[in-house]
Each structure stands twice: as C-alpha cells, then as structure tokens.
C-alpha cells in the first residue's frame, strides 16, 4: 500500500528545535515517527512573534471575558502580536492535512490551556484555547489537530491518523479532477466510512449520484465536507464492530472454529477497551491475504495508514481522554 504524505503542522518544540522558553527542546516519540511518512511544517509561534530563546514566560490571563496573552515579568501585552502573526501564517498554507500542537501551551496548545483568571490573581484558573492553537481550531474547524498528549491515546490516534491519512488521499483525487477518480475513493474508503458514519456515507453517495448535475470542482467541494464531517467525531464501538463482523462474515467457511472464536472473543476484548482496532484489522488483513479475499484487500479499511504509526505496546492508555 503506498501512503501519500500528509501535509502536518507541528509546533517546533516538539523535537524539531530547541525553542522552548527555557531553551529546551521536547522530543516526542510519535512525532519522531511520522517523519518518515508526513511533511511537517514547524512553526514557533512565540519566536515568530519576537520572543527570543530564552525568555520570560507567557501565561493567558483573563481580563473579564478579554483573553490576553501577558508575559508576568515584564508586563508585556503579546495579544495583537500573536492573533497578527497566527491569521497570517494560517492563510498562507497553501496545502495542510492536518495540526499536532504542544499540550498546554498558551500559544500552541489548541484546548484545555490553563488561563488566569486576572493578571494577579494566580489561584483562579478556567480552561481556554492557546492563541495559536485556537485560531487553527478557528480556521480548519473540520482538518484533524490534535496535542502531542492526546496522541499518546491509541484510540485517539487511530482516529487522527485515520482522518490525516483520508483526507490526504483524497486531495489525489482534487487533484486528478475525474468522476472515475471520485468513485474510486468512494469505494475503497466504504467500509471505513461505514464505520464513521453511516449517514455521512449515504450522503456521499447521493453526492455522487447527482454528478451530471454539477461540474467536477463543485462536486469535489461538495464531498469533501461530507467526509470531513463524516470523519468528524471517533466512530462509535458498535458501529465498528458491525464493520467488523461484517468483513468477518467474508471468511465465514475458510476459518476454523478456534480461528473464528478468537476472532469474536478479540472483539469483545476491543469492546472492553483492553485491545485496539488494529490488532482486529491485523487479523482481518492477515486473513484476506491467505484467502485472497481482493474485496477486502482493495477496502482502505484494512490499511488506512501506515502500520508503525500505532503500537499497542506503547500506547499506554485506552479509549478516553
Ligand atoms: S509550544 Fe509553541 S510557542 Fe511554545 S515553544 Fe513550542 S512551538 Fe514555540
């Protein structure tokens, strides 16, 4: 399976320079990974904005319902500076597939950032976006961004790369421009749409079906934002699992009964959140290859991304974050 590289802004601290505001650097295993398979783009924005390396750090404070970015020590103001600097960098990518941003940064951190609640008061905190990472939010409402932290859940990350990986083979087929191209993807993404959203996928597909009506653009447009919001929200357990035994019942009289009970017993496993989806979808690909089940082996479903992405072995937590 060949995996068009994704697109991916990063923040630069995360194993890329050391320009932290104590003059550290943070590397981060999964970003290191997905070097070998995405373009990164790596932006500081505190240095873009001037703030050299070292410097004082800079909090969010809350003036009323005002969010500043205050830096304590010199009683700088950095607001207009960096909502200039994030509007300008964001509107000058030309292609992007997708966001990981530092976790709790005031700047990068895209939720859940600590605010101070008034610029003295250190004992009252609320939880906002940073400036940068909320002005992404902003910008590419529908694009996967997520924190180096969240991705060390292995469902939240099957769930990114998954979207990454989707959206990027499907900027193949804007740039083809073919109907013949559209169904294609269409097809091979079925059971991985299935999975996400059964509603999104009949929508898609009633997308297509009006494609004598509409010119190629208009009708790419149009699919794309059914399969960005269908890719949306994590698919439920229950939707999966009925992928799955779906495809299962594609081997239904090639597999053993101790084969096809380790199977449903695996299932239950992914149910309870002790395994993730790609120990089930490793079988299902093993499985197609031995019977050559070429339904299968063309579904996206089976290899949405590249495989050294998601490890059980360091994936540490389960299904919520
Ligand atoms: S979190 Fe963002 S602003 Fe802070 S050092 Fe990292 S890249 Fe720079």
Same mark, same amino acid.
């Given at each position: 399976?060949?995996?068009?590289?994704?697109?991916?802004?990063?923040?630069k601290?995360?194993?890329?320079?050391?320009?932290?505001?104590?003059?550290?650097?943070?590397p981060?295993?999964?970003?290191? @990974?997905?070097?070998q398979?995405?373009d990164f783009?790596p932006?500081?924005p505190?240095?873009? #904005?001037?703030?050299?390396?070292?410097?004082?750090?800079?909090?969010?404070?809350?003036?009323?319902?005002? @969010?500043i970015l205050?830096?304590?020590?010199?009683?700088?103001?950095l607001?207009?500076?960096?909502?200039?600097?994030?509007a300008?960098?964001l509107?000058?990518?030309?292609?992007?597939?997708?966001?990981?941003? @530092?976790?709790?940064?005031?700047?990068?951190?895209?939720?859940?950032?600590?605010?101070?609640?008034?610029r003295?008061?250190v004992?009252?905190?609320?939880?906002?976006?940073?400036?940068?990472g909320?002005s992404?939010?902003?910008?590419?409402?529908?694009?996967?961004?997520?924190?180096?932290?969240?991705?060390?859940?292995?469902?939240?990350?099957?769930?990114?790369?998954?979207?990454?990986f #989707?959206?990027?083979?499907?900027?193949e087929? &804007?740039r083809i421009?073919?109907?013949?191209g559209?169904?294609?993807?269409? #097809?091979?993404?079925?059971?991985?749409?299935?999975g996400?959203?059964?509603?999104?996928?009949?929508?898609?597909?009633?997308?297509?079906?009006?494609?004598?009506?509409?010119?190629?653009?208009?009708?790419?447009?149009?699919?794309?934002?059914?399969?960005?919001?269908?890719?949306?929200?994590?698919?439920?357990?229950?939707?999966?699992?009925?992928?799955?035994?779906h495809a299962?019942?594609g081997?239904?009289?090639?597999?053993?009964?101790?084969e096809?009970k380790?199977?449903?017993?695996?299932?239950?496993?992914?149910?309870? &959140?002790r395994i993730p989806?790609?120990?089930?979808?490793?079988l299902?690909?093993?499985?197609?290859?031995r019977?050559?089940?070429?339904?299968?082996?063309?579904?996206?479903?089976?290899?949405?991304?590249?495989?050294?992405?998601?490890?059980?072995?360091?994936?540490g @937590?389960?299904?919520?974050?």
């Amino acid at each position: 399976m060949r995996y068009p590289r994704p697109t991916v802004v990063v923040s630069k601290c995360l194993g890329f320079a050391a320009c932290r505001y104590n003059g550290q650097v943070i590397p981060d295993e999964f970003v290191h @990974k997905m070097k070998q398979h995405v373009d990164f783009i790596p932006v500081c924005p505190e240095m873009e #904005t001037g703030l050299g390396v070292p410097r004082p750090p800079v909090r969010i404070v809350m003036d009323g319902d005002r @969010k500043i970015l205050y830096q304590p020590s010199t009683g700088r103001e950095l607001t207009l500076e960096m909502q200039d600097f994030s509007a300008r960098f964001l509107e000058s990518l030309e292609q992007v597939d997708g966001f990981i941003l @530092k976790n709790g940064s005031p700047s990068c951190g895209p939720r859940n950032v600590k605010a101070y609640v008034g610029r003295e008061n250190v004992s009252r905190t609320v939880k906002r976006s940073g400036f940068f990472g909320g002005s992404v939010l902003a910008a590419f409402p529908d694009l996967p961004a997520e924190d180096e932290g969240r991705l060390r859940n292995f469902t939240l990350r099957e769930h990114f790369l998954i979207r990454l990986f #989707t959206l990027r083979r499907f900027r193949e087929v &804007e740039r083809i421009q073919t109907i013949g191209g559209l169904v294609d993807f269409h #097809t091979r993404h079925k059971l991985l749409l299935l999975g996400s959203s059964q509603s999104g996928m009949r929508e898609m597909g009633r997308v297509i079906a009006r494609h004598d009506k509409k010119n190629a653009a208009a009708l790419l447009a149009e699919y794309r934002a059914c399969l960005e919001k269908a890719l949306l929200k994590p698919p439920s357990t229950g939707a999966v699992i009925n992928v799955l035994l779906h495809a299962f019942g594609g081997f239904s009289g090639d597999l053993s009964a101790g084969e096809k009970k380790f199977f449903l017993d695996s299932i239950e496993e992914y149910r309870d &959140e002790r395994i993730p989806l790609s120990t089930l979808v490793y079988l299902l690909r093993s499985w197609s290859h031995r019977f050559g089940n070429r339904y299968l082996l063309d579904q996206v479903f089976i290899d949405p991304y590249p495989r050294d992405l998601v490890e059980i072995a360091d994936s540490g @937590k389960g299904r919520d974050l």
